[in-house]
């Protein structure tokens, strides 16, 4: 029997699901270990218990564990029975808890007790084998607050502990692909929202982006996606725009999913945080224009010497130029940023990428 690839995901949703399903193509020995997208906090305090428990559990021989920033796996490991101790850990890094912004609904910043989860990924990160970051920003940002999270502690310092987590750390982007072609362009251009409808993504920016388009009589048409219907503003959007909407609800299904971002011409971007960026390079692959906040990793996903026509400073800027395009929708230098779109997500494909996490695989 080979040895397998045990990948543990504790929340196994989201970015956290669509990075498995691209790396598990890449070998036919990986087997997944993981729980339902609910209840993250409680994921990251005791998902390590009943993956340990299914891990010791199951008789396949395993090379290499791959875990993620939801696992606290020092207690993972701990719990492991003695014949897995010594298995090299790779731990993929799609966020943190140090950088991560709290939403203001949330009592436990208030009250201080956010620390436990920003030390499960301290401590794991310092465990690991090798520890893989989704962006160049992320990595820079984990390392910049790390030391300064360290130091607020009372004694006994921890902040040399930073060089040797760095040394083996390292930037893998995650693989992004759809097997669609792009539909010919829309009489009317077509606004799409595919991220969550959280504070971080900003949708109240994106509601008065459609009242600016409104008022200046720019003609569009919607398409909503994205979890969170609680949302305010998606529930104000619904209602004032309804007649304007070809979709709005989170569409499970990925091919339905790619088949609606087909239909879309641009996709504003107002978010406040962003490790990656899955949703808007899962657009931009089928020529959907993405308008970016010059932050976060947009840049670095979208270099700025091609791309510089998308990038914005302030709100008005944002709501400027996202009318400029809509207006101009079908002119040449419209095409040539389509086309540029689609050259430029070659760079996350499997093609791309498959040498960097073959290597991932061999790693003994």
């Given amino acids: 029997m080979n040895k397998t690839i045990a990948v543990i995901s504790p929340y196994h949703g989201e970015s956290h699901s669509q990075w498995y399903n691209n790396f598990q193509r890449l070998d036919n020995d990986i087997q997944l270990y993981s729980l339902e997208p609910r209840f993250w906090k409680w994921r990251m305090q005791a998902a390590a218990i009943t993956l340990a428990q299914k891990v010791n559990f199951n008789e396949n021989k395993i090379r290499l564990f791959v875990c993620n920033d939801m696992l606290n796996l020092a207690l993972f490991k701990a719990l492991l029975k003695p014949s897995l101790q010594n298995i ?12 991560y912004p709290w939403s203001p609904l949330d ?7 956010d620390q436990s989860y920003c030390f499960i990924n301290y401590t794991s990160t310092l465990l690991a084998s090798k520890v893989l970051f989704n962006s160049k920003f992320h990595f820079k940002e984990y390392f910049n607050r790390l030391p300064i999270f360290l130091k607020q502690f009372p004694d006994h310092s921890l902040t040399t502990t930073v060089v040797d987590i760095k040394q083996k750390s390292s930037v893998l982007y995650p693989i992004v692909s759809s097997s669609i072609s792009k539909n010919p362009d829309n009489k009317i251009p077509v606004i799409l929202w595919n991220h969550r409808w959280e504070h971080d993504k900003q949708p ?3 509601y008065e982006l459609l009242f600016y388009l409104r008022k200046n009589n720019i003609d569009f048409r ?18 004032q725009f309804n007649s304007q909407i070809i979709h709005h609800g989170f569409v499970e299904n990925k091919e ?38 010059n932050r976060l990793s947009y840049p ?20 400027e130029l996202t009318a400029s395009i809509l207006s101009d929708i079908t002119s040449r230098e419209t095409l040539l940023l389509k086309q540029a779109l689609r050259s ?16 991932l695989l061999n790693c003994n």
């Fill in 107 to 113: 009592l436990e910043k208030a009250k201080d007790r």
């Fill in 300 to 319: 670095e996903l979208f270099s700025k010497v091609t791309f510089r026509p998308l990038f914005y400073e302030t709100q008005l800027e944002f709501f």
């Fill in 344 to 359: 430029n997500s070659q760079r996350f494909s499997t093609v791309s990428l498959n040498e960097h996490y073959q290597k």
């Fill in 204 to 206: 109240k920016v994106f």
């Fill in 222 to 239: 919607l398409i909503l996606l994205g979890k969170n219907k609680e949302n305010q503003y998606y529930r104000k959007i619904t209602q």
């Fill in 88 to 99: 090299p850990i790779l731990l993929y890094m799609h966020e943190n808890q140090l950088t």
């Fill in 256 to 293: 339905s999913y790619f088949q609606l971002l087909n239909k879309a011409d641009v996709l504003p971007v107002s978010s406040i945080h962003d490790f990656f960026g899955y949703s808007i390079l899962e657009a931009s692959m089928l020529e959907v224009i993405p308008i970016l906040p």
